[in-house]
Nanobody
Framework: DVQLQASGGGLVQAGGSLRLSCAAS????????IGWFRQAPGKEYERVSC????????YYGDSVKGRFTISNGNAKNTVYLQMNSLKPEDTAVYYC???????????????WGQGTLVTVSS
């Protein structure tokens, strides 16, 4: 079974930083990308970032470019999201998800686990 566990969320002041971690298992990592998505109350989910281990490509949403960085851990089954210069509008539940490797924009989640809440105070 695919398992995806996001952690590292919390309460931070605007301008602060957090690092989220995603522990993944139960699938062939080279066959999928791993993405970070978020959903704020009353809003649709939004792709924050995505990485494809097959070719090393990365993707970022326009709202987080230059502030967030996605990276792989030493083990293939761990993906991090470093979030800097956080803004109140970044407040959301953040999920990690698997995405089809062939997904050109890496923005359609196929399977995601429990999320982690990030709250940015002004």
């Amino acid at each position: 079974d695919v398992q995806l566990q996001a952690s590292g969320g919390g309460l931070v002041q605007a301008g602060g930083s957090l690092r989220l971690s995603c522990a993944a298992s139960g699938f062939a990592f080279d066959d999928y990308a791993i993405g970070w998505f978020r959903q704020a109350p009353g809003k649709e989910y939004e792709r924050v970032s995505c990485t494809k281990s097959s070719d090393g490509s990365t993707y970022y949403g326009d709202s987080v470019k230059g502030r967030f960085t996605i990276s792989n851990g030493n083990a293939k089954n761990t993906v991090y999201l470093q979030m800097n210069s956080l803004k109140p509008e970044d407040t959301a539940v953040y999920y990690c998800a698997i995405v089809a490797r062939t997904d050109i924009l890496c923005d359609v989640p196929l399977n995601w686990g429990q999320g982690t809440l990030v709250t940015v105070s002004s």
